[in-house]
């Protein structure tokens, strides 16, 4: 599947490097914003996000994050955006949760809406990819959590948080796992220059 590189949507340079992570777990967020699916939209959203976690994010405690603090977005549309590397630590989970942890952000509100049908089958794929890529059990307890998991938030969203909870993701990417597993098509490619 087809993930839209930093390049492909603009993204400024990090301000330091946070340093590096072996990925053993994945935490699901929601932005708390719209749900594009248009490429342009899309787009502008992953932006506004990196500028607000450089200049705004963590102001209370006197810093500014030196990168967008997800790894991964995901539009309406189902198309997954590239925020920080994989195996460079985030800032999404807070503090020491943050290390080995893997941030997905679903773009929307989901205290109001529903994921779409291609923004959850692309959750789906991408929590597999990376259980293959780092050797992870995707049914494994703690593999798989939301934002109110490490602390008072409603992020993910209660729509999501439901859908976390009745276990569906777990299993999907479980079943995932087992059928593609071991096909080498199956991978993730950076797109520099998406299609809409």
């Known amino acids: 599947f087809d993930v839209v590189s930093r390049a492909g949507w603009g993204a400024q340079a ?41 200049n705004i994010s963590d102001k209370r405690k006197g810093g500014r994050w030196a990168d967008i603090g997800y790894h991964f977005l995901i539009d309406g549309a189902g198309r997954v955006f590239e925020g920080r590397h994989a195996e460079v630590i985030g800032a999404h989970a807070g503090g020491g949760n943050n290390m080995n942890n893997v941030g997905i952000s679903l773009m929307g509100d989901f205290n109001k809406q529903q994921m779409t049908a291609p923004q959850r089958d692309s959750l789906v794929r991408l929590v597999t990819f990376l259980s293959i890529k780092y050797r992870r059990d995707p049914s494994a307890n703690g593999f798989i959590e939301s934002h109110s998991h490490y602390g008072d938030t409603d992020c993910p969203g209660r729509n999501v948080l439901a859908f976390l909870s009745s276990g569906e993701l777990m299993r999907s990417a479980s079943a995932m796992v087992a059928r593609v597993g071991a096909d080498p098509r199956f991978h993730a490619g950076l797109v520099v220059a998406p299609s809409a």
Request: charged share 25%; hydrophobic share 20%.
């Open 14 to 54: 990090p301000r330091s490097d946070p340093g590096r992570q072996n990925p053993a777990k994945v935490t699901v967020h929601h932005t708390d914003g719209s749900q594009p699916t248009e490429l342009a939209e899309s787009i502008r959203v992953v932006k506004n996000i990196q500028h607000d976690h450089r």
